[in-house]
């Protein structure tokens, strides 16, 4: 008889924001003057021996660059909910865009899950391209190849079970190696879609966030994270700031930044 791996509890940190509208989230959209701002967010994956995060954020100076509002750092945040950055030893990196990879030096201890596709797309021919190296911080890519040089990047080709109700998916387009997190949770199959689908609204009609390297494996990432989650609502977009409002905070001080995603949903509008 098969039993369930012990389940995990997942938290969102937030960290920054950016004001927008809805032309700039979605590729097909002629309300330019909707809001819908981004929120930026790290996550928790809490297990009884071991914690991984996913994702890294990043800093002060690369906001300011960008002209993103930054509120703390995703190691600040982490520490809210009881997760030293300086102690975490698996960190699942879902892609190499400077939103989600920066920050390394706040984790000396950790190792870097990254798809292969992935590194190898960050230091390869299209970065080239003045439009797709947009997204990426050359600092950023350099400080991983370090980790990999000291011997702290784990490669994952495709699908790998990295922990008993814990996995990781490839899915690309947004970038050439974007991966996914699946996992197991006290309400069944969760899945961290990250940049798979940066709204619930770029998912759930079909249309995608617009910065996209394979539109393709864009709309089969929906579907593959539609069949790995228990549910629409097993499912975590990646910038959403209905994440916040859908789920309930860790704790009265909190509110605002730390969500237990785990959790039953607070409302599903």
Not at 120 to 141: C, L, N, P, Q, W
Request: proline content about 5%; overall charge negative.
């Amino acid at each position: 008889m098969s039993t369930s791996p012990e389940p995990y509890e997942i938290y969102a940190v937030k960290y920054a924001y950016r004001d927008a509208v809805r032309a700039n989230n979605l590729i097909f959209s002629d309300a330019h003057d909707v809001p819908m701002p981004l929120d930026y967010y790290v996550w928790a994956i809490v297990g009884k021996t071991k914690t991984y995060v996913v994702d890294t954020g990043f800093d002060e100076a690369e906001a300011a660059a960008r002209k993103r509002d930054h509120i703390r750092s995703p190691a600040e945040g982490l520490r809210l909910i009881g997760v030293e950055a300086e102690n975490v030893e698996e960190i699942i990196l879902t892609h190499m865009h400077y939103d989600h990879c920066g920050n390394m030096k706040q984790f000396p201890k950790a190792k870097f899950y990254v798809q292969d596709r992935e590194m190898a797309f960050a230091t390869g021919r299209f970065m080239a391209e003045k439009t797709i190296r947009h997204s990426f911080a050359v600092d950023y890519v350099t400080d991983l190849v370090r980790a990999l040089y000291d011997d702290r990047v784990d490669f994952v080709d495709g699908v790998r079970e990295i922990a008993p109700g814990l996995s990781l998916h490839h899915v690309g387009g947004h970038t050439d190696g974007l991966q996914v997190v699946r996992v197991w949770t006290r309400r069944g199959w969760m899945v961290i879609a990250s940049d798979a689908t940066h709204f619930y609204d770029n998912m759930n009609t079909q249309n995608p966030f617009p910065i996209v390297f394979n539109m393709g494996h864009v709309l089969e990432g929906y579907r593959t994270v539609q069949a790995l989650a228990d549910s629409p609502q097993h499912v975590i977009a990646g910038h959403d700031p209905l994440v916040m409002a859908r789920f309930p905070a860790v704790s009265k001080e909190t509110e605002g930044i730390a969500v237990r995603l785990d959790a039953d949903p607070l409302n599903w509008e």
